[in-house]
């Protein structure tokens, strides 16, 4: 997935209700722009960081751009647009690099499924029945760690869909819970315990009722994305 237009750059003033960010561009000017992200940002955000983000004509917008990447204290390189976690990964899976999702025979994004009226990111289909797969974006990290961390606040959604999973693994449906990792220099993954052990209880939970697991990383720069390796889940930190 590559920037298309390239993206700018800038440096970070500050992020301030959640979804907004004021930056100063490399030519002086300043902006407001959109910061597309739930989560805290915890250890990923810093006042006077490197910012990339993409710029909008669009006069129907309200503001000017969309802040896409950041650059860590660490100097490791994020993604701040979470929503380019579930385009990523279904170029992923077309390309057969998610080895272990190879040979469905079609894909569909945002089915509607499960008890507490949930809509999946990808079922695939495959001859022996489907599969139904969650994607959620990793970019907590840590200071000398190669290990990165989710969720990065807590997360009642993340936990009700884990629950929708374990249901349809109980059932004998294939069910998948598949980690996007966008931050740079990361081997390995675990459930964010410190900060919310309610949902690291219920991906435990899942797991023993046959929900699978998956992480992979993604090589990333201000220029493209790509799937590009599978990482270790540490499933007790």
């Known amino acids: 997935m590559r920037f298309h237009p390239p993206l700018e750059e800038g ?14 561009t490399v030519d002086g000017e300043l902006l407001t722009i959109h910061c597309p992200n739930t989560g805290s940002m915890l250890n990923c955000q810093v006042e006077g960081g490197q910012v990339w983000f993409s710029r909008s004509n669009d006069p129907k917008r309200k503001l000017p751009g969309t802040w896409e990447v950041g650059e860590t204290p660490q100097g490791r390189l994020f993604c701040v647009n979470t929503g380019r976690a ?52 990793v970019t907590l990290g840590f200071d000398g760690s190669l290990v990165a961390a989710f969720p990065d606040a807590v997360t009642q959604r993340g936990a009700k869909h884990l629950r929708e999973l374990a249901h349809l693994a109980r059932d004998g449906i294939r069910a998948v819970q598949l980690y996007c990792v966008n931050l740079t220099g ?3 993954v675990r459930p964010a315990e410190e900060i919310d052990s309610a949902y690291a209880a219920a991906l435990r939970e899942a797991v023993a009722d046959g929900v699978e697991v998956l992480a992979y990383g993604v090589h990333l720069t201000h220029e493209e994305m790509v799937v590009d390796r599978r990482l270790e889940v540490l499933l007790n930190g």
Do not use: C, H, M
């Open 86 to 137: 579930n385009g990523l990964i279904e170029e992923a899976l077309r390309a057969n690099v998610i080895t272990e999702l190879n040979g469905f025979t079609e894909l569909k994004r945002e089915v509607a499924y499960g008890q507490e009226s949930s809509r999946i990111d990808f079922r695939l289909d495959y001859p022996s029945g489907p599969a139904y797969l969650e994607v959620k974006s």
């Open 11 to 24: 440096r970070l003033i500050r992020r301030y209700k959640r979804f907004l960010a004021d930056i100063e």
């Open 186 to 188: 990361i081997d390995s």
